[in-house]
Every structure is written in structure tokens, then in C-alpha cells.
């Protein structure tokens, strides 16, 4: 059955065509250039490439906090877990995009994606983010102050289902426009539903880390991680509620607007 794509609002509507050319154009590059996969170029690969530094040089545009914030990150022995500083961006541009209000953020660490939210949320908006360990959030707590967007984020440390759980008993569902969704990965079929019922129709859903380090090709068995995100990602393909792109940022990144 055909997808309503023309329901969703039209800045999403745009949004979404935009993404899909850009796939498109990387498919048609990557059968004419055998260096191209999937519209990424294989220089591509590893943080330290000179392409992805040439990617950053040119496009990142990096709030002084921020970049504070992510270079103090990266002196933490788990600083590798923070989210990619592009895809932060990429984030952040995609909630003003849709004029967003109200996001959740599941997997906080240091806050740096939060942080990046919150700059371009309207004064009244709001991220709710959760996470189990708040010894990480403290580090970039001051930055957000810093920031001037402290009361922008409203700090959650309990497990993500159970804050989920509330907003949903609550009656907060379908309220929210955006969720970015990085935490355990086993749980990430749980986070996905229970966003999609929070979400509002013309909303965004961002899953993060949906290659798993390419691992997601041919799963192990002992390997829960990869063996769920693969499960979702197969899951979202034939997923209608959703229209989606799959996105190389990072770690890999899908896109689920629900229709």
C-alpha cells in the first residue's frame, strides 16, 4: 500500500525529498566511481582521514561552548561514545527545521548533543534527556549554563523506559517533534515504539549507531548489540508508520518521520 507522504507538514515533506535526492545522487556516484560506496568516499574512513577533516573544516559550525565541551569530552577515557560533532549538527538543524518545541534525547553522556539541541530550541522549548549515570552529565552541566540553555534541558536519571513511561502516562503522547535515540543498544526496539507514540504525526525519530561499526552485516550470536540494531534496522524498512533514510554520518544514522 502507497505511503501518505503528502500528510506529513511541508518543511518535513522538503526535508525529506532533500535527504532522498542526496541518497539518490551518492547511489548513481558510487556505480560510476568504484571508490564511492553508497555516495561515501572509501578516503572517508577513520576519524583522522584527511576527507573527513576537509568535511569538518567546511561545514562545521561549532558554538564556542560546544566545541569547548567536545574537546573536553574527548580527554574522557569513554569520550569515543560521544555523538560525532557533523551529526550533532546535522541534528540540530533538523529540529529547527521542523520548528521543534519539545525533543527527547535518549543517551546523554556529557550532554554535547543535548547542548547542540538546546542552542537552537526556542526559549520555552525543551529536551528531555535521560540517562543512567549522571556523573557524565555533570561534566557538560556548566557548559549548558555557560551556554545560557541550562533550563532548556530537563535532566532525567533513571532508565529511559520508565521516564518514557511517565510522559506517556501523562498524556504527553504524540506532543513531542523530535527523539535521538543513542543509549543500550538492546532496548533500541523498545525506545523506537515508545517515541513513536510520544511523537506527534510530521515528527522526527534519529536512531544513532545503526551500523554498529559495520558489525550489523553478519551479526554474531553472542553479539545482542548488533543482533537488535540489525533486527530494527530490518524492522524499520517495512516499517509504514515511517518514512525513512539510512544516513553513513557517523556511525550510522536512520531518520524515521512519522507519517
Not at 110 to 139: F, H, Q, S, W
Not at 149 to 157: A, C, F, M, S, T
Not at 200 to 219: E, Q, S, Y
Amino acid at each position: 500500500s502507497k505511503m501518505p507522504f503528502l500528510s506529513v507538514p511541508k518543511e518535513v515533506a522538503v526535508g525529506t525529498a532533500m535527504l532522498g535526492v542526496a541518497f539518490a545522487t551518492g547511489m548513481l556516484a558510487g556505480k560510476r566511481y568504484p571508490s564511492l560506496v553508497f555516495g561515501t568516499p572509501s578516503g572517508m574512513k577513520g576519524k583522522n582521514s584527511p576527507l573527513q577533516q576537509y568535511i569538518l573544516d567546511h561545514s562545521l559550525r561549532e558554538h564556542p561552548t560546544l566545541k569547548k565541551l567536545r574537546l573536553l569530552t574527548a580527554e574522557h577515557p569513554w569520550g569515543r561514545m560521544m555523538v560525532s560533532c557533523e551529526q550533532a549538527q546535522l541534528m540540530a538543524n533538523l529540529v529547527k527545521l521542523i520548528k521543534a518545541k519539545k525533543v527527547i534525547e535518549i543517551g546523554v553522556f556529557t550532554g554535547y548533543n543535548a547542548l547542540n539541541m538546546a542552542l537552537v530550541l526556542p526559549d520555552n522549548g525543551r529536551v528531555i534527556a535521560c540517562d543512567i549515570n549522571e556523573d557524565y552529565a555533570k561534566i557538560g552541566r556548566p557548559l549548558w549554563k555557560e551556554a545560557g540553555v541550562e533550563h532548556k534541558i530537563d535532566l532525567r536519571i533513571k532508565p529511559a523506559i520508565q521516564t518514557l513511561d511517565e510522559l506517556l502516562a501523562n498524556g504527553e503522547a504524540e506532543t513531542f517533534d523530535f527523539a535521538f535515540i543513542d543509549a543500550d543498544k538492546e532496548s533500541y526496539n523498545e525506545y523506537y515504539e515508545k517515541c513513536l507514540r510520544l511523537i506527534k504525526k510530521g515528527g522526527i525519530i534519529a536512531i544513532d549507531n545503526v551500523f554498529w561499526n559495520g558489525k550489523v552485516l553478519k551479526p554474531r550470536k553472542d553479539d545482542l548489540a548488533a543482533q537488535s540494531i540489525h533486527r530494527l534496522n530490518e524492522k524499520l524498512l517495512r516499517d509504514a508508520r515511517v518514512n525513512i533514510s539510512m544516513l553513513p554520518v557517523g556511525d550510522g544514522v536512520t531518520l524515521a518521520f512519522k507519517l
